[in-house]
Each structure stands twice: as structure tokens, then as C-alpha cells.
């Protein structure tokens, strides 16, 4: 199937298989020039206060913060309950722009009001174009994965003009760490607790929020780290050219839920990134492209960073666990690398950030 983008004018090459669009082949891979070249460049203006109620050295929070300096003030924040809710203390919020709460359901249905709502508006000249505000859903992973989901599919259906952020700190986390659908296999929450009977912890393997919005078609998806403030920044800027859904999915490290100390937030998504169990990846019109190369460290320095996994290596290292966990990141980039499956780490990609 032959596709052309309309912001390149290049050709894409997608190649079927029975499922769809499961398999891409990335041909021609074009990367536009980066506005963001290094930390410099990304603005030093704050759009949110500091001393908000959420934990020290939240993951989440620092992404949401770099998001912010590229999106600017001009924006509607939907938040939907979780722990970012704890942001506003009505009424006040840190925010320099609004804010607007809504249940975990229906998020992307109170952006569509606001977004009408601005239409409108703009359409009878009450406000003026030039001051449109850009609608930014923001949500936790139990959310977008699981409560919110079907809102989301609505919205993405009717190509709402939307930004979604969702900052994956993979747990139900406000409400006591409980297992969502993005809990990663192996890892301990308050729901899968590991013991005798089960001491793998949490048994099932963690949704892929990314491939679901995929199938939707979106014209821009993204997967952003707050250890990565460059990549996020271009990501962002990127997006705002797309009129339609656009999602960002952000590692968020909790160091309360995933049990480690506040200081090494950052430390741990480069960890994420580096064994490469956090692609950072984008799609524009549903064709992937990785934008930073992982260097493949082995799994075991991401799980050991975080107690979540200490049962995995007391009181006896549980090897085919980890085993696993270190297959599936195989697994997910083995078709993205040359033709022949053999040694994951020897693979060298042009023109790429190696991380
Ligand atoms: C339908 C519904 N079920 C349960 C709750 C209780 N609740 C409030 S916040 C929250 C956790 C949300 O998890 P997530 O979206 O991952 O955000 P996080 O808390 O991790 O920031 C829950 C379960 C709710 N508000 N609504
Ligand atoms: S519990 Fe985790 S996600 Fe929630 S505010 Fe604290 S660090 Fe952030
Ligand atoms: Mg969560």
C-alpha cells in the first residue's frame, strides 16, 4: 500500500500482512531538521509553579513540565482523576494556563466540549483566532489503558483536535500503587503482590497503549521520557503542524510506587531507554520511526535500579523471569534491525542517536 505525507511529500512504503498494519517496513526514513539541536535551546519559562502536592522527584510531573514549555500557556488542561488532580487545590491551580478536572471515564469527551466550545466561538468572532487554545488531555495509565479507553477510541474516531498525554508510571498510583493494565510483567504492585503461590508478581504482560491508538490512525503519536528533554521537545513541536489526536506517552518513574529514591528519577527512564524496554519512537500517518537507538544494556540494570523488582533477585534470583522480560525487548526490536535475527547488540543504525 502507497501512501504519500503531506508534510514531506515523500513516499511510504507500508507493507501488509494479514493483521493490518502490524508490519512496517521503514524505507527512506526521513528525519526532518530537529528545532531543538541540545538542553540550551529548550525554553528556560516555567508554565507550571513548583511546590505543587505531588511527590518529590515525580517522573511524571518533570515531563508534563518540559511538555509545557513547548506547548506554552495557551492551553486547556483536561485532567482526568488520578494523581495530577492532586496538582489543584481548589481553586487554585500551578498551572499558568487552565485546567479543568473531569472523571478517569471521560477525558477526551470534556476536551470535545472545549474544543467545540472554542469553534464556536472563534466561528461568531467572540474569540479571536490568534487566541484559540490548544485542548490537552492528561491522564495516568490506568486511564488511557483501561477506564478511559473507550472515551479515548470515541474521540480518536471522530479525529478530535487534541493533544493526550499520558504519563505512564504503570499503576493504579494515587489511589495506593494497584496493578493497571500497563503493570509490566515481573514487577511487584499492591495488587500483585509477589508470595509462595505466585512469585513472579504481576503474571500478565503490560498493554501496548501505543499500537491500540495506532489502529486508530492518528496523525501523530509519540513515546517521550523526561530524561530525554531534547527528544520530547522535538516531539512536541513536531506535533503542533497535526490537526487531529495526538498522543504522548511518557515513562513516568514514581519513586514511591516503584520504590526508589527520589533522586534517581531521571537515572532510572535513561535506564528505560537505554536496554531499550522504553522505545523512543514516533508515527506520523501510523509509520514508525525510532528516534533514539538504544545500546541495549542488559535488562537487569533497569530492575535492579527499582524495588518493584527485588523479588526478582531475592531471596534467589529468579532467572527465567528475567529471562523473559529481557526476550520480549528482543522481541519488540528484532524487526526493526537488519534481516538477519542473530546478535541484537550488533546492530548499527545510520543516522541515529545511540543511546
Ligand atoms: C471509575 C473510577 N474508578 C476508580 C476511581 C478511583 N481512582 C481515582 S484516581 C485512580 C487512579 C488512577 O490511575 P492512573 O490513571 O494510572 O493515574 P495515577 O493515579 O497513576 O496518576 C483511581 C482508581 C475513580 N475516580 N473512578
Ligand atoms: S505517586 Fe508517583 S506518579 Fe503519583 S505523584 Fe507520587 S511520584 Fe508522581
Ligand atoms: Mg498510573
Known amino acids: ?106 477525558a477526551p469527551a470534556g476536551a470535545q466540549g472545549i474544543r467545540d466550545a472554542l469553534d464556536i466561538l472563534i466561528k461568531k468572532r467572540k474569540v479571536k483566532k490568534e487566541d484559540d487554545l490548544k485542548v490537552v488531555v492528561l491522564t495516568g495509565d490506568g486511564t488511557a489503558n483501561d477506564i478511559g479507553l473507550q472515551s479515548t477510541s470515541a474521540a480518536l474516531q471522530r479525529n478530535l483536535d487534541f493533544y ?30 509477589p508470595g509462595c503461590v505466585n512469585p513472579v508478581g504481576t503474571a500478565q504482560k503490560k498493554k501496548d497503549l501505543f ?12 513515546t517521550i521520557a523526561p530524561s530525554h528533554p531534547v527528544d520530547l521537545s522535538n516531539k512536541f513541536k513536531k506535533a503542533a503542524q497535526f490537526k487531529g489526536p495526538k498522543l504522548f506517552i511518557t515513562i513516568a518513574p514514581c519513586p514511591s510506587g516503584w520504590s526508589f529514591d527520589d533522586s534517581k528519577s531521571v537515572a532510572i527512564a535513561k535506564l528505560a531507554v537505554q536496554t531499550g524496554i522504553w522505545p523512543l519512537k514516533e508515527a506520523v500517518h501510523g509509520e514508525v520511526e525510532h528516534t533514539v537507538i538504544p545500546k541495549f544494556k542488559p535488562i537487569e540494570t533497569y530492575l535492579m535500579a527499582q524495588n518493584r523488582y527485588d ?19 528482543e522481541h519488540y526490536w528484532q524487526p526493526y534491525l537488519t534481516e538477519k535475527p542473530v546478535n541484537i547488540k550488533r546492530r548499527i543504525f545510520n543516522n541515529k542517536t545511540v543511546e
Open 1 to 106: 500500500m502507497r501512501d504519500i505525507d503531506h508534510h514531506t511529500s515523500r513516499e511510504h512504503n507500508y507493507n501488509l500482512n494479514r493483521s493490518g498494519w502490524n508490519t512496517i517496513m521503514i524505507k527512506n526514513v526521513n528525519m526532518k531538521k530537529s528545532v531543538y539541536k541540545n538542553f540550551k535551546d529548550i525554553s528556560q519559562d516555567e508554565h507550571i509553579a513548583p511546590g505543587t502536592a505531588l511527590c518529590s522527584g515525580c517522573g511524571g510531573l518533570l515531563a508534563l513540565r518540559l511538555a509545557l514549555k513547548v506547548l506554552g500557556e495557551k492551553v486547556v488542561i483536561v485532567n482526568a482523576a488520578g494523581c495530577f488532580t492532586l496538582l489543584s487545590v481548589y481553586p487554585f491551580n500551578p498551572f499558568r494556563s487552565s485546567w479543568m478536572y473531569t472523571a478517569m471515564a471521560c
Open 164 to 193: 493526550y498525554l499520558c504519563y505512564d508510571n504503570e499503576a493504579y498510583s494515587n489511589t495506593g500503587f494497584q496493578m493497571s493494565s500497563a503493570t509490566p510483567f515481573g514487577s511487584k504492585t499492591n495488587t500483585s503482590v
Open 211 to 222: 499500537e491500540i491508538w495506532r489502529a486508530h490512525r492518528p496523525p501523530y503519536m509519540a
Open 311 to 329: 523479588h526478582l533477585f531475592h531471596p534467589v534470583k529468579q532467572v527465567d523471569v528475567i529471562r523473559v522480560i529481557q526476550e520480549d525487548i
